[in-house]
């Protein structure tokens, strides 16, 4: 069994459980999970399935740093962020942001902030599957 | 002369064809001259001037970082379907 990792990419799955367990203290009376599913259409164009890549080696970290700069701006508790990657059915979970706060407006804040903040510099790209058969990166 | 390495993601892999390349450049060279010099050879390419973010050994650098031999060079498409990458670094 292998030690939790609060900032990951990974192929597997995603469950919200251990991320809420590790991020949860006795002092935070907040704890706001985001999750980002894939969506069935796009623009009014219907998606059969996405797939995600990720620049492995730095995304983990950035996703780190951006916890970070959270935590500068907010008085949050613990974060975890895991962002799947690979082939994602509908209804499949991609991205889990979980933060902790002693009160919930920092922590509904702090989550938002996180998952803009991997939109705008996560290295982490998108391929829309359409269910016509064509695909593009969403750039 | 020195040989660094170049990764290429999502649309930029589909455009060059390749995941990764080593090359050689003259000493002094930058980020942003390494980038100059792959959309003259990869026309396609210049679309994400302007909208792109840099890294070099995996931490985020700018057009005007120094390149040192052995350097890994990533240069990353907008992400995600983000709001686009003019943000740069800092929000």
């Known amino acids: ?139 | 002369m020195i040989t660094v390495r170049v990764r290429f993601f999502a649309g930029h892999r589909d455009i060059v064809g390749r995941a990764e390349i080593d090359i050689m450049q003259e000493e002094g060279a930058t980020v942003g001259s390494l980038w100059e010099q792959l959309t003259a050879e990869h026309p396609r390419l210049a679309g994400y001037t302007g909208r792109l973010l840099y890294a070099v050994n995996q931490e985020f650098a700018t057009p005007a970082t120094e390149l040192r031999d052995g350097d890994e060079v990533a240069f990353i498409p907008p992400v995600s379907g983000g709001r686009g990458a003019a943000g740069g670094q800092e929000p």
């Open chain 1, 1 to 139: 069994m292998s030690q939790f990792q609060p900032f990951l990419i990974t192929e597997a799955p995603l469950d919200p459980a251990p991320l809420v367990a590790f991020v949860q203290t006795p002092s935070d009376g907040a704890v706001v999970t985001f999750a980002g599913v894939a969506r069935n259409h796009f623009g009014g164009r219907a998606t059969a399935y996405l797939s995600y890549e990720a620049y492995a080696e730095m995304a983990g970290p950035v996703l780190q740093q951006i916890a970070e700069e959270a935590r500068a701006r907010w008085p949050i508790g613990k974060v975890a962020v895991h962002h799947r990657v690979g082939r994602l059915e509908i209804g499949e979970t991609a991205v889990l942001v979980v933060v902790a706060a002693p009160h919930r407006q920092e922590a509904f804040q702090a989550a938002a902030y996180i998952m803009d903040r991997i939109k705008e510099i996560a290295p982490i790209w998108k391929r829309e599957h359409w269910a016509d058969g064509e695909a593009e990166w969403r750039e």
